[in-house]
Structures are given as structure tokens and as C-alpha cells.
């Protein structure tokens, strides 16, 4: 008998329980998982002997309680279809919404498992105990979302083949410092829209279409954690938010990841109406959760209430869409599209850059209880 992927100890023994189960062939969903533009989720690589030095004992105290409360594991077995698991009528769903919640589902479990490989693989390549514990917990569970996502899409006769997208996908190479300021980003802002979600259907709980929303709060909170994680290592050395570089660096990654969610989101417009949710509104309640947690180690959050903060998401939006219709489109036409397409998106994203930053002091400690 073997083990279900939300009891598993390690992310290896996750994979493995997801692995043994009978397969299903969906070439669409994996290749939805495999392709690799700046929208979707992308694998990292990076240099595993630097992340390796990272020396902890700046921040020795708060370290040992985040790995102490991540040891204990809370969410042991919770990763599970039970019997708050509703049946789910896939057949009777509308079929633009289906699409759109199974592309959600896909590019959301490719987006857990990209941090397990991360995370696996530095755990396998280090050395520094503390470091390698850190990454094989944050591996683990990872491992149990990504598995359970899959359990989700199964339900609907698709599953990703997670061991085939490790092997086949293409990985990304990132320095250590951007590995920190995107994960550590991807990780808070995880949270922040897991938890915005679960709080918004626990009001308005006839929008919720399907059952795994219900499964979002524990869930966030392992984002939470891994954030933490994150926050502590910026924490070990100060250069990495303080000097005049890392500091554009920052504001670099925080627009970059704010962008990204926008338009992401507004491809999705039956899910967001199905959640009975607006995704501007939605996008701004993420960005502002998400910038007040990042105080608690960048010195600097972006102005969103700026007046050209929306109007310049919107237009690299509409640049989006006419990048995907170029694409749809193909030959010369379709590629003088995408190109104008591309161009304006790259001026709207420089836009966004030039909008001044609101400066933020910095607390000693970083360590944040989830509070949303
Ligand atoms: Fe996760
Ligand atoms: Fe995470």
C-alpha cells in the first residue's frame, strides 16, 4: 500500500506517491505545464555551492523557531480529498469556465512544483545543515501541493506528469540574490492570494465552485513560512537590501511580480466572475498584503495608489492579448503583432519602473505572524 503524497516526509516520497498512481495521459496538460513564456511558471537552476556558504548565525535565533515550528509540521496529512472534499460536477461545468479553472490548476500546480525542484535540489547539493534542512522541508511541501493539485485535475481525467516535467522542462538560470528576491516575492504573494480568496469565499460562500478553496488557509500558511524562510536569509546580509543596486534590484522584482499577477489574472476573467471576484480589485488587495508583509525586509513598497499604476498595468494587459492573438494568428502578420505587441508591453513595464517608490523602514527583526 502506498502512502498518500500529504503524509509523505520528504518531497521525494510525494512525487513517488503521486508517481505510483495509475497513470493518465494528458499530452495538452503537460505541455500547458512545459511551455515556458514569461507568464508561465519557469523552473530555476542556480549556483548551489554560494547558497551552500549562507551563514545563519545573524540570524540564529529566529532561524532556529521558523525551523523548530516547520519540523513540527502541522499540516501533516492535511493535503487530502476528506470528506469536505464535494463532489464536483467537471460535466456540468461551463465549459469556458472549466477551461479557465483547469488552466488555473495547471499552471498552478507547475508553479508549487517549480519551487520543490528548487528547493529539492539544493537540498541535494548542499552541504550546510542548515540550509539543507530548511530546503527539505520547504521541498516536502511543495511536493504535498503540487500532489494535491494533481489530485484535483485527476478528478477531471488530467494529471501533470511531474517526474517527465522534471526531466524535460527547461530550467531557468537565476543568481542567488534574484533566486531571494523572486522567491521570497513568490512566496508572500502566494499567501497573499491564497488568503484573499479563502477570506472572500468564507463571506460569499456560494461562490465557491469547487472544493479545494476550502483547503487555502492551511495552505497559505506553508507560504507564509517558506516566505519567512526567505526573509530570514535577505536578513543575513545586509548588502542584499541596502545597497544602492539591490535596491533597484527590488523594485525591479516587486514590478516584475506585480505585473505578472495583473495580466495573468485577466486572462482568467470566467474563474475570477465564477469567484464572484473583480481581478483589479482582487489584484490590488494581493499587491497591498503583499507589500505591507515586505516591509518586514525591503525598504521600499511601490506605489499602487499612483494614478499611473492601473491605467499602464491595463495597457501591458491589452499588449498581452495582442501578443496571444500573433501567436493564434502565426505567419508574417501574426509575428509583426507579437512583435508590436512585445514593444509595447516592454514600454509599459519601464513605465511602471518609473514610478517613485515609497521608502520604509526596516524592522531588526524580521519575523511576522500571518495576520490576514
Ligand atoms: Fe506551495
Ligand atoms: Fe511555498
Not at 513540527?72 to 463532489?87: L, R, V, Y
Not at 480568496?197 to 517558506?226: A, V
Not at 512583435?339 to 519575523?367: H, Q, W
Request: aromatic share 12%.
Amino acid at each position: 500500500m502506498n502512502m498518500h503524497s500529504s503524509e509523505a516526509a520528504t518531497a521525494e516520497e510525494a512525487i513517488a506517491a503521486q508517481e505510483a498512481l495509475p497513470p493518465l495521459t494528458n499530452e495538452e496538460a503537460t505541455k500547458v505545464a512545459m511551455s515556458n513564456t514569461l507568464l508561465t511558471p519557469r523552473f530555476y537552476t542556480t549556483d548551489f555551492d554560494e547558497m551552500d556558504a549562507i551563514d545563519v548565525t545573524p540570524v540564529r535565533s529566529d532561524w532556529d523557531k521558523l525551523i523548530a515550528a516547520m519540523k513540527a509540521d502541522p499540516n501533516k496529512g492535511h493535503f487530502k480529498k476528506n470528506e469536505d472534499w464535494d463532489k464536483v460536477d467537471w460535466d456540468g461545468m461551463e465549459p469556458a469556465l472549466k477551461a479557465e479553472f483547469i488552466d488555473f490548476l495547471i499552471s498552478s500546480c507547475t508553479a508549487e512544483f517549480s519551487g520543490c525542484v528548487l528547493y529539492k535540489e539544493m537540498k541535494r547539493r548542499g552541504s550546510n545543515e542548515d540550509i539543507t534542512t530548511l530546503f527539505q522541508l520547504m521541498a516536502r511541501d511543495e511536493a504535498r501541493h503540487a500532489g494535491f493539485i494533481n489530485d484535483a485535475l485527476r478528478e477531471a481525467g488530467i494529471a501533470v506528469n511531474l517526474g517527465f516535467l522534471t526531466q524535460a522542462k527547461k530550467y531557468t538560470y537565476f543568481r542567488p540574490k534574484f533566486i531571494y528576491y523572486a522567491t521570497y516575492l513568490s512566496e508572500k504573494i502566494g499567501y497573499a492570494r491564497y488568503i484573499t480568496i479563502y477570506r472572500h469565499l468564507e463571506q460569499h460562500p456560494e461562490h465557491r465552485f469547487h472544493p479545494i478553496f476550502k483547503w487555502f488557509r492551511e495552505w497559505c500558511n506553508d507560504e507564509f513560512s517558506h516566505g519567512e524562510a526567505f526573509a530570514l536569509l535577505l536578513k543575513t546580509d545586509p548588502q542584499l537590501t541596502e545597497s544602492r543596486v539591490n535596491k533597484l534590484w527590488i523594485k525591479f522584482f516587486l514590478t516584475a511580480v506585480f505585473s505578472t499577477m495583473w495580466v495573468r489574472d485577466h486572462q482568467r476573467p470566467e474563474f475570477h466572475k465564477a469567484l464572484g471576484v473583480d481581478p483589479a480589485w482582487y489584484g490590488q488587495e494581493v499587491f497591498r498584503k503583499t507589500s505591507d508583509i515586505s516591509r518586514q525586509v525591503f525598504p521600499m513598497v511601490l506605489d499602487i495608489e499612483h494614478p499611473r499604476w492601473i491605467p499602464t498595468l491595463n495597457r501591458m494587459q491589452a499588449a498581452n492579448v495582442q501578443i496571444a492573438d500573433g501567436r493564434k494568428q502565426g505567419g508574417v502578420g501574426g509575428w509583426v503583432k507579437r512583435m508590436a505587441g512585445s514593444a509595447k508591453a516592454g514600454f509599459a513595464f519601464v513605465s511602471l519602473l518609473t514610478i517613485p517608490v515609497e521608502k520604509s523602514a526596516v524592522p531588526e527583526s524580521p519575523r511576522m505572524e500571518p495576520a490576514y
